[in-house]
């Protein structure tokens, strides 16, 4: 359970510095922390699930390699994250309106996005000792978790913090890889 905790942490960086970087310039509304959270949290626990499931469709053209495609995708997923946080680039965010279509949709788009590295990692579930709807469950969780004081709190936070966070993540996400490799082949 340790390592999908770790794993959770990891894969909620990319939603936690995007969760700041709304807050710092959205409004500063505890519904609006709680429709972030939520929202990338719910997005965060599908996403591995829909990765799961279409792993476990060509499972058994890739057991022997499983392991090793766990490393990979871990390790690109993780470096990438520790690429984008050493990155200049700022995140684009809008704020929208109180109930406006464009609040949900950029809302919606940002969880989308913030999550297909747990798509990915989705397809190493079977990996780990915890039941797949746990895992998920536990990933949409500490997500939620995350984002709703990180929205909450940014303006206090101030946004270098995301940046940290995404880095942090990454470096989590390469040495899980590596630990489920070194375990396979020792």
């Given at each position: 359970m340790?390592?999908?905790?770790?794993?959770?942490?990891?894969?909620?960086?990319d939603a936690?510095?995007?969760?700041?970087?709304r807050?710092?310039g959205?409004?500063?509304h505890?519904?609006?922390?709680l429709?972030?959270?939520?929202?990338?949290?719910?997005?965060?626990g599908?996403?591995p699930?829909?990765?799961?499931?279409?792993?476990?469709?060509?499972m058994?053209w890739i057991e022997?390699?499983?392991?090793?495609i766990?490393?990979?995708?871990?390790?690109f997923?993780?470096?990438?994250?520790?690429?984008?946080?050493?990155?200049d680039a700022e995140e684009?965010d809008?704020?929208?309106?109180?109930?406006s279509r464009?609040?949900w949709?950029?809302?919606l788009?940002?969880a989308i996005?913030t999550?297909i590295?747990a798509?990915?990692a989705g397809?190493?579930?079977?990996?780990?000792d915890?039941?797949?709807w746990l895992s998920?469950?536990?990933?949409?969780?500490?997500?939620?978790?995350?984002?709703?004081?990180?929205y909450?709190?940014?303006?206090?936070i101030?946004?270098?913090i995301?940046?940290w966070?995404?880095?942090?993540?990454?470096?989590?996400l390469?040495g899980?890889?590596?630990?489920i490799?070194l375990?396979?082949?020792?």
């Amino acid at each position: 359970m340790t390592a999908i905790f770790l794993l959770a942490l990891a894969l909620a960086m990319d939603a936690f510095a995007v969760a700041i970087a709304r807050g710092a310039g959205g409004e500063h509304h505890l519904r609006r922390a709680l429709d972030t959270g939520l929202t990338f949290g719910l997005a965060q626990g599908i996403m591995p699930l829909i990765g799961w499931g279409a792993g476990t469709l060509f499972m058994r053209w890739i057991e022997a390699v499983d392991h090793w495609i766990a490393f990979g995708l871990l390790t690109f997923l993780g470096l990438r994250m520790l690429w984008a946080s050493f990155s200049d680039a700022e995140e684009v965010d809008e704020a929208g309106v109180t109930g406006s279509r464009s609040y949900w949709l950029v809302l919606l788009a940002a969880a989308i996005a913030t999550s297909i590295d747990a798509a990915a990692a989705g397809l190493t579930l079977d990996l780990f000792d915890t039941p797949v709807w746990l895992s998920c469950l536990v990933i949409g969780v500490v997500t939620a978790a995350l984002c709703v004081p990180a929205y909450w709190f940014a303006a206090r936070i101030g946004s270098r913090i995301g940046h940290w966070a995404e880095g942090l993540g990454g470096v989590v996400l390469v040495g899980l890889g590596a630990k489920i490799l070194l375990e396979h082949l020792g």
